[in-house]
């Protein structure tokens, strides 16, 4: 790609992911892998220790970033949360209002903007403000993500992440050695690694937008701007598996979660002897004092 325009630095780059979400959201909402219809008959599709480490909802504002076509955050509604979705994917926007009707959902507000740009559509504060799995690879500067979280979140509030780790996302994931070799930026950097993919994360069919952009940022980054941001870090805890199969070597271990009415849910580890390597995904609480 080449540079974009003075003064608007990311826009270009943007502006293809955004495309590229576009083109995806039907393609996800008809695939196995999202389970859509799983969702309507009721299944849950926030994972078991989303649902545990964020607990009771129920009664309380929840803002959604890259809510992607809503059903993650329609689970939170029917967990009792009252919902605020963002995204700024129009055409995600306009699945998860379709999809907050289609369930009878009728409090629940979807907006289309970048996240950056939140605080000039969301004029409202929330106790808790929540992102899931695939969303701060999207966004070139943590602090000014963390800035806006922050900002977003009423005094006593918190933000909970579910994240892949920046540890597995600087791994080589090609590798038919089965080695875990370091091939990508663990630190944030400041032009982004440019990808090229005909299918997303599910089945589905080819794609006309090929092209993503993404950011890492280390742990260590990440923390470090939620607490400039003002927060107060709760927990962080890394996991050792992980959500999609991140790496071709790695074995399916979610039996559990399928048998307990979770919909679209798999679970990957690293093969047995293997498990304590590296972490896969991390969660993080952190509160904005009352
Ligand atoms: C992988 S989805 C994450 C949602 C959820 N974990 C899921 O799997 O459904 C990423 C979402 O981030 C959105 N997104 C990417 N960059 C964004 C940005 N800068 N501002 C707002 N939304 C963004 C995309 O449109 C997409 O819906």
């Given at each position: 790609m080449s540079a974009p325009p003075a003064g608007d630095e990311n826009?270009?780059?943007?502006?293809a992911n955004r495309a590229r979400w576009d083109e995806a959201v039907p393609i996800h909402a008809a695939s196995e892998g999202y389970d859509l219809a799983g969702f309507l008959r009721g299944e849950k599709t926030l994972y078991p220790v989303e649902i545990e480490e964020v607990g009771d909802v129920g009664g309380k504002s929840?803002?959604?970033?890259?809510?992607?076509?809503?059903?993650?955050?329609?689970?939170?509604?029917?967990?009792?949360?009252?919902?605020?979705?963002?995204?700024?994917?129009g055409a995600a926007v306009a699945r998860a209002r379709e999809l907050a009707a289609e369930i009878g959902v009728e409090d629940a507000t979807f907006v289309q903007a970048n996240v950056y740009d939140a605080l000039a559509v969301i004029h409202t504060r929330f106790d808790v403000v929540y992102t899931g799995i695939g969303a701060l690879c999207w966004i070139p500067d943590v602090q000014r993500w963390a800035n806006v979280v922050s900002s977003l979140l009423k005094p006593g509030g918190f933000l909970y992440v579910y994240e892949g780790h920046p540890m597995l996302w600087a791994l080589d994931s090609e590798r038919a050695d089965?080695?875990?070799?370091?091939?990508?930026?663990?630190?944030?950097?400041?032009?982004?690694?440019?990808?090229?993919?005909?299918?997303?994360?599910?089945?589905?069919?080819?794609?006309?937008?090929?092209?993503?952009?993404?950011?890492n940022h280390g742990l260590g980054e990440i923390v470090t701007a939620l607490i400039d941001a003002g927060l107060r870090l709760d927990f962080l805890h890394e996991h050792r598996e992980v959500a999609w199969q991140a790496l071709p070597w790695m074995v399916r271990t979610d039996g559990a979660t399928a048998a307990r009415g979770y919909a679209r849910r798999t679970a990957w580890q690293l093969p047995p002897g293997e498990r304590d390597l590296c972490p896969l995904m991390y969660s993080l609480k952190a509160s904005k004092p009352a």
């Open positions: 826009a270009a780059y943007f502006a929840l803002l959604h970033l890259q809510c992607h076509f809503g059903m993650d955050t329609l689970n939170w509604a029917r967990l009792g949360a009252r919902v605020t979705g963002l995204d700024f994917s089965k080695l875990m070799v370091v091939g990508h930026p663990y630190f944030e950097t400041e032009r982004p690694s440019e990808w090229a993919g005909e299918t997303t994360y599910v089945d589905g069919p080819p794609l006309e937008n090929q092209k993503s952009f993404e950011w």
